[in-house]
């Protein structure tokens, strides 16, 4: 595929980067003030915005050591919201914010190419609004073009080494292959028992050579079906403890804390200041299982569309045949890891409605991909975001 250029401050192209926006086109967002989903997130602050910091809020600034040692602005009692969150969800030093604040909801995310990638989380994406999504992309690329090369040039060896050991281990298949039939089957993957078949052959030693069609479906207990879906719903809400728990931002601004604990699902809200409240306990088991209908449906397909685009995704499914030794196919792990995703989606999504008291049609999927789609980007994978 050819490189796919960005546009630089000054009008011209960069032409000796490969770079893939796709994801941004025809999108517009506006920041919805009563959100501040991205005032959870603990900013780090690069090294030449250290100096302002230190010299204007010196109190307000940590060290991290992880993934790396870093400075970051600190947080309300150390583990809730951003510390400059001010009262109406504002932000005490915008004009100042440091760049991770500024980026998002864009993602760089570095693997055999740059590809921008869009947080579904935030609210603002959904709804429209006065900034063009594609513009603003290619100036963040236009602006971290020599970092972006640098960090390029180290993803594509790692990727070398990793297509030659897929190759000795004679498991190797084209991204692009994998993708095509993928997208040949997005609608089938509304149907939990389509999901659940794709699994099971996920799961086997014998290499997928594509996926099965919908006539092929053997007979599932639904009982087990949906046991199985909540197992893989409750994994994904699970966290060392409500901090580190999965929020839902709703769209009366309320952040949701959702932690599987015992078996169980903790729904707390959390204030502006940091502070958790119990709301109630959720017995899973209550929780049924729904498909999206009307809209809804083609919500899901345009989301599924977008993770089988998406290098972060497709590096997931490399970092899963790296972790397993280079043992289970590639074409069975990427499928079998789209289809987990979207029986994750459609669980949490159902949760969501349970809580809500809606259904999956189009305002629900909206509100289920807004509760998924930040912890999808946050999953391990080959390559770096930026």
Request: hydrophobic share 40%.
């Amino acid at each position: 595929m050819a490189p796919s250029p960005a546009r630089g401050e000054d009008g011209t192209w960069l032409l000796d980067l490969d770079v893939d926006m796709s994801e941004l086109e025809g999108k517009a967002f506006t920041c919805d003030d009563k959100c501040g989903l991205c005032c959870l997130c603990q900013a780090e602050v690069l090294p030449h915005e250290l100096p302002f910091f230190k010299k204007n809020h010196p109190d307000r600034i940590v060290m991290k050591n992880e993934p790396h040692r870093h400075a970051a602005l600190a947080l309300k009692n150390g583990e809730g919201p951003c510390s400059f969150l001010s009262s109406g969800r504002r932000c005490q030093i915008y004009a100042q914010r440091p760049h991770y604040c500024r980026q998002f909801p864009f993602h760089m995310y570095v693997g055999t190419r740059v590809q921008v990638e869009l947080d579904l989380s935030c609210r603002g994406v959904w709804y429209g609004g006065r900034e063009d999504a594609l513009v603003i992309g290619g100036q963040m690329v236009s602006e971290h073009a020599e970092v972006l090369r640098r960090t390029l040039q180290q993803s594509l060896a790692v990727h070398r080494e990793f297509e030659m050991n897929c190759a000795e281990a004679g498991i190797a298949r084209a991204p692009e292959a994998l993708r095509r039939t993928m997208e040949q089957h997005l609608p089938d993957l509304m149907d939990p028992l389509y999901l659940a078949h794709v699994l099971d052959l996920s799961a086997e030693e014998e290499e997928m050579e594509s996926l099965p069609t919908m006539s092929s479906l053997p007979t599932y207990d639904r009982r087990e079906l949906e046991a199985s879906a909540r197992e893989t719903g409750l994994e994904s809400l699970s966290a060392e403890d409500v901090y580190s728990a999965p929020v839902y931002c709703d769209p009366a601004g309320i952040w949701n804390v959702l932690l599987a604990r015992d078996g169980k699902v903790e729904w707390t809200v959390m204030d502006d200041d940091g502070k958790v409240s119990p709301v109630r306990s959720i017995d899973p088991r209550k929780v049924q299982l729904l498909q999206p209908e009307g809209l809804g449906r083609e919500v899901f397909i345009d989301y599924l569309r977008i993770l089988n685009r998406r290098d972060s995704m497709l590096g997931y499914a490399y970092f899963l045949v790296d972790d397993y030794g280079y043992e289970d196919p590639l074409a069975n792990t990427y499928y079998g890891a789209m289809a987990a995703a979207a029986l994750d989606l459609l669980w949490r999504s159902s949760l969501i409605a349970h809580m809500r008291g809606g259904k999956l049609d189009r305002e629900g999927m909206i509100e289920g991909i807004i509760s998924f789609d930040m912890d999808r980007l946050d999953a391990p994978t080959i390559g770096a975001f930026i």
